[in-house]
C-alpha cells in the first residue's frame, strides 16, 4: 500500500477474491436474455451488459472500481442472478480509463451509458423511470456524478448507492497517483462529487468496509453529511470484516449488510416518490 487509497491487487485473498467474482461472472453471462457489450458510444470501453428483469422492474447500474485505471464489467456479471431473482434488473457499465483517457472522459462515459440506457430502455426492457446508479469505489465516485444535479441531458435517477467511494478528490492530488491522474485544483473542483451533490430528496446509501482504510471511510462520512445537509435521506453503515475488495462481493450475496440495504432501497424508491428527479 503506497498510501491510504491505492491497495495491494496481489493479495493473495484479493486476487482469490477477484479469480471468484469473475468465474461466477462468467456463468453469469450465460442466463438467458443477457444482452452483452452493448455499444453507448464507440470506443471499445464504452459498452455495457444488461440482465432485464422485465420492463417494469427497478434497475441497478452499476460501475466498477479500479482507481479509474483498472477493472472491468466482465468480472462484476455476477450479482445479476439474485437480482433477477428478485425483480430487480442488472446493468454492468465499462467506461474509457487512465492513463490513456482522462478522468472527465471516465465521468462523460458514466453518464453517457445512464443516458443511453434512460433512451433506449424500452428496446433493453429496462424501466427508464427506475434506474438506481452504484458502484465501488472509483464506480462509486461516477455513480455519485451521476447522480449529481444539474448535468446536461441527465435522465431520471431513482437512487444513489456508493461503497468505498472516492468524493473528494483534493486529497489525491498529494499522492503518487497524481502522476496519471493529473488532477489541479479545476479538476477537483469539477469532477469531485462532494461539490456537486444529488438534487435534495434522492435516497442515498453509502457505506464501506470495517477493515478499509481510514480514507475511505472518512470520504464517505463527509460525503454522507454533504448530502444530509442539501436535503437528502441519507444511509451509511460499515461492513463488520469486510475489506475494500470483500465488500463488493456483496452486492451479490443476500443477508449481507450491503445487498439487505440496497434492495429495501430499491423497494421504497418508487417512481412517484422521485418527481424532483424528473
Known sequence: ??????????DPATVALQANYERRSRQAATLPG???NRPYGPDDRQRLDVFSAGATAPCLVFFHGGYWRAGSKD???FPAPCWR???VSWVAVNYRILPVHSLAQATADARAATVWLADNATELGLDSTQLHVAGNSAGGH????????????RPRVAS???????FDLGPLADTAANAWLRLDSGIVQDLSPIHHLPPPGLEVLVGWGGAE?????DQSRAYAEACRRSGNPVEIFASAG?????????FGAPGTPLFDRLLRLVARSAPSSDSHNS
Open 213 to 217: 482504510t481510514r480514507e475511505f471511510e
Open 75 to 77: 468480472a462484476r456479471l
Open 160 to 166: 444513489l448507492t456508493a461503497i468505498s467511494g472516492l
Open 34 to 36: 443477457a444482452q452483452l
Open 85 to 87: 431473482a428478485r425483480g
Open 1 to 10: 500500500m503506497t498510501d491510504g487509497y491505492e491497495l495491494d491487487p496481489n
Open 242 to 250: 469486510a475489506d475494500h475488495f470483500r465488500i463488493i462481493g456483496e
Open 142 to 153: 461516477l455513480a455519485a456524478m451521476v447522480a449529481a444535479d444539474g448535468w446536461k441531458d
